[in-house]
Structure formats: structure tokens, C-alpha cells
């Protein structure tokens, strides 16, 4: 039998298939894993058993749940020869190019801060990537408004170029 290496490890006309996102999971480098068991929270080093939500809202919120700093939401992928990676993913709720976010002056001389979640417990961040994004340019002016109380506030739209655009 005669065998030859392909440059690549493909044959050229192997119609290899094409990776695909099996689910989404939460990652830890602190706890050096990844979520197996929400609660109480279990940390495991096996990708494939910590896929556990549909969405990547779904698996935001859990890592929400255990802290910004401990966590992120991941997409587990499947690649074509049948190997598990992963990469992280963006969180729905940030703002992304297109969208609008609202910033206000500190009254304390804090300086700029971003609307994180308004409401009645309103959150706001120092951090521009913190923004929550607006799609609705008029929405985004009437929080501005909620939150000019006797200070500045105003509203810019995300671009590729402003380091927020996912």
C-alpha cells in the first residue's frame, strides 16, 4: 500500500466539514476550569461535559452570577475532525458598532461614566467597554436625560474604530 503525506494533513478532494458551535458553556482561568455544576458551583477540566446552555445569553447570566472577574461565557465548537476547542463570546448585552451609549459627568469630579443598566437602580462604569448599547438612537437620548440630573450627559454611537465594537 502506498501512502503520501498532504501538505496539511488533507487530501485535496476530502470535503472536510466545517466546524460548528455544539453549545455554550462558562470558563474560569481563576478556577482553572470549566462550569460543570451551577449550584453549588463545580469546576471541572472537561470541555465536553461543561456544555450546559443553548444561548449565549444563557451562559452570560451564569457567569454573571460568579462575577465578571471570575468568569466568561464561552462557545464550545466542534471542528471538522471531530476535536472540542472553544473561544469566548461577546456579551449580548454590551454595546456593539452601530449601537449608542449614554455617558454622564460624575457629580463628585469623578469624571466621565457609562450606563451600564438603567432603571431604578441604575449602574454606571468608569470603563467605555462596560456601555450598555442602545439600537435606538431615541432611546439612548431619553436615558441620557434620566441621568442628567444637574450634570452633563450625552450620547455616541459605537464605531469600529472606538475600541468598543465586538
Not at 461543561?50 to 447570566?61: G, I, L
Not at 461614566?113 to 442602545?134: H, I
Not at 441620557?144 to 440630573?149: E, I, R, S, T
Request: proline share 3%.
Amino acid at each position: 500500500m502506498n501512502l503520501r503525506v498532504i501538505e496539511g494533513g488533507k487530501h485535496p478532494k476530502s470535503k472536510a466539514k466545517a466546524a460548528e458551535v455544539i453549545g455554550y458553556a462558562v470558563e474560569s482561568d481563576l478556577e482553572g476550569g470549566f462550569l460543570v455544576n451551577a449550584a453549588p458551583s463545580v469546576w471541572a477540566i472537561c470541555l465536553e461535559s461543561a456544555v450546559r446552555y443553548e444561548t449565549p445569553s444563557q451562559a452570560w447570566a451564569s457567569a454573571k452570577r460568579r462575577g465578571s472577574a471570575l468568569a466568561e461565557a464561552i462557545a464550545v465548537v466542534r471542528e471538522g475532525d471531530g476535536s472540542l476547542s472553544w473561544e469566548p463570546v461577546a456579551d449580548p448585552s454590551k454595546s456593539t458598532e452601530g449601537d449608542w451609549i449614554v455617558w454622564f459627568d460624575s457629580k463628585s469630579g469623578g469624571g466621565r461614566l457609562y450606563v451600564v443598566k438603567n432603571g431604578k437602580r441604575g449602574t454606571a462604569s468608569s470603563r467605555r467597554t462596560d456601555a450598555k448599547g442602545y439600537k435606538n438612537k431615541l432611546a439612548a437620548e431619553k436615558v441620557a436625560q434620566q441621568f442628567a440630573d444637574g450634570v452633563a450627559a450625552g450620547i455616541e454611537q459605537v464605531t469600529a474604530g472606538s475600541g468598543l465594537a465586538n
